[in-house]
Every structure is written in structure tokens, then in C-alpha cells.
């Protein structure tokens, strides 16, 4: 165990990793926030989900730094008194819950898609792909403000509140799937020509075998890449639908449904409200898309420079 994890540190994988500053800077605030987010029933000052907890009369106070700030509440509080710092710790965790099973989803719909229309071919390959055609011209948000304005008007509010979570990852999860059924696809169509191929079709070995124990391993590095901007993508649909009134609902805050809860009074002097969670969705998406970034280029060979 203890030789594997030398070996994995001293590969050139880390080695690009280490040199670049601002991919160990990307992925330290990635951590951080993912760390904030698991441990938010401890660091936390407040349950936002606990009534009991929150008191009216403290809504709508400025951050510490302002006037008529309250140490209690480092970043202030919301119009329904609950502390700004505790709903991030917890929106943020919600948010990336959405995006990494969303992601996982998408994954797992777009790769067996994806082996099954490029190794199979024929007119699978051409109504898949049509599909998927199809799904590319629709924008992951359409698809989702109907659906879920459908499930809302068919079941109601409160069983869509929930739902929310279940219904926000199968829906941005279905949106998505092409940007990988059309990539595994293309690197399908290359691989299964090749010898190995070939060699394990003479031994007999079934077609799902051949498709997900060989072909599959060797389309893995541009999964990894759209996995990684694809979570980006999913926290960012999420947080849209949230404000728009489609997502998490108020009392349970994801960074969306924040942003969109202080939205009403940002005019009136409440910024904080919608700025500082605002903030830290951006800073949460640029740290992900610069990994990504250097994920795409780490794991390309013809990009891959020496020195």
C-alpha cells in the first residue's frame, strides 16, 4: 500500500500538478469548500433548518464589518433571521450534492449510451445520436423549467419541496447526457478497430464484456475532463432554477435559492443577502473550471509540454 502511494506521487501526473499554482490553488479552495460543506452541522453556529434555533427579530442584520452589525452573525442574516455563514455552510453542500450525483447520473446514462451507439453501430448508433441531437438543441434549463414546472402543477409545491433534491439531480442528470454519449461514442469508433479488440472477440468474450472491461478503461481520461466542468455546469443549472423559483425551496437553502431569497431586497439596502452568497458560487465554479481546465491539458499528450 505504502509503495502504490510512492509510486502514485511520484508519477508525472502529480508532477504537473504540483508545478502549477493554480491548479493546487483551484483544488485546495475546491477541498476547503467541500470540507465546509461536510462539516457544517459542526462549524456551523446555527441549524437553518431548525425553527427553534431562529429568531425573527434578528433577521435582516448587516455583516459584522457594517454598521449595526451583531458578532453573532458574521455575515449577517436573511429576512427570516437565520445566519448567512451557517445557510452557506449548508446551502453550499446542497449545491454540490446536486452537482456531483447530477454528474454521476449524466455519466452513467451517456457512457452505456455512448459504448452501446458507437460498438454496436447500425441504426442504434443513428437513433441515439439523433436523440441526442435532439437533447443538444434543447438547453439543460428548458428541459428543466418545463419538467419540473410539470411535476410542481401535476403534484404540488409541497411534495415537489420533498422531492426537490431527487427531482433537481434526475432532471439536470437526464438534460445533460449526450456531452458524453457523443464523446465515449467517438472514442468507441477508434478503439474498436484496434487489436485488442479484435483479439478479445476470437476468444469469445461477449460484447458487454469487451465493451466495459476493455473499450471502456480506455475512454476514461475524457470522461474525467467533462465530469469535472460538468459538475461546474450542474451547480450552476441548479442555482438558475433556484432562482428562479424552480429549484430548492427557501427553507432549504442551496446557494441558488439564497441568491434568490435576498434578490427583493438588494435595493434596499440588504446586499449582503444575494452578494455574498453570490460570491461564493463564483468562487466555487471558477475553482472547478480551472481544475478542469488543467485536468483537460494534464491528461492530453499533445499539449503536454516539458519544463
Do not use: C
Request: avoid cysteine; hydrophobic fraction near 55%.
Amino acid at each position: 500500500m505504502i509503495a502504490a502511494v510512492e509510486r502514485a506521487l511520484a508519477s508525472d501526473f502529480i508532477y504537473q500538478f504540483r508545478r502549477d499554482p493554480v491548479a493546487v490553488g483551484s483544488a485546495l479552495v475546491l477541498l476547503g469548500f467541500v470540507l465546509l460543506a461536510i462539516f457544517a452541522p459542526v462549524i456551523a453556529p446555527q441549524d437553518p433548518y431548525d425553527p427553534f434555533q431562529i429568531d425573527i427579530m434578528d433577521s435582516e442584520i448587516p455583516p459584522v464589518w457594517e454598521e449595526g452589525g451583531d458578532a453573532r452573525f458574521l455575515f449577517g442574516t436573511d429576512p427570516q433571521g437565520r445566519d448567512m455563514w451557517s445557510t452557506i455552510l449548508y446551502g453550499t453542500g446542497i449545491s454540490l450534492l446536486i452537482g456531483f450525483f447530477a454528474v454521476i447520473l449524466q455519466a452513467v446514462i451517456g457512457v452505456t449510451l455512448g459504448l452501446l451507439s458507437g460498438y454496436i453501430g447500425g441504426r442504434l448508433d443513428s437513433f441515439l445520436m439523433r436523440l441526442a441531437d435532439i437533447q443538444l438543441s434543447l438547453s439543460t434549463l428548458m428541459v428543466a423549467i418545463i419538467a419540473l414546472a410539470v411535476f410542481q402543477a401535476a403534484f404540488g409545491a409541497e411534495l415537489y419541496s420533498d422531492l426537490a433534491i431527487v427531482m433537481l439531480i434526475v432532471v439536470i442528470g437526464i438534460a445533460e447526457w449526450p456531452q458524453y454519449a457523443r464523446t465515449v461514442r467517438a472514442n468507441v469508433l477508434a478503439e474498436k478497430e484496434k487489436e485488442y479488440v479484435d483479439a478479445a472477440r476470437v476468444i469469445g468474450l461477449s460484447r458487454a464484456r469487451i465493451m466495459f472491461r476493455h473499450i471502456l478503461p480506455n475512454t476514461m481520461t475524457p470522461i474525467l475532463v467533462i465530469s469535472t466542468v460538468q459538475v461546474a455546469n450542474a451547480i450552476v443549472a441548479e442555482a438558475a432554477l433556484s432562482f428562479l423559483g424552480l429549484g430548492m425551496p427557501v427553507t432549504q437553502p442551496s446557494l441558488g435559492s439564497l441568491i434568490r431569497n435576498g434578490f427583493d431586497y438588494i435595493l434596499s439596502g440588504q446586499w449582503w443577502i444575494t452578494v455574498i452568497p453570490s460570491i461564493v458560487l463564483i468562487i466555487l465554479i471558477l475553482a472547478i473550471n480551472l481544475l478542469g481546465d488543467w485536468l483537460r491539458d494534464a491528461l492530453n499528450p499533445k499539449l503536454y509540454k516539458e519544463g
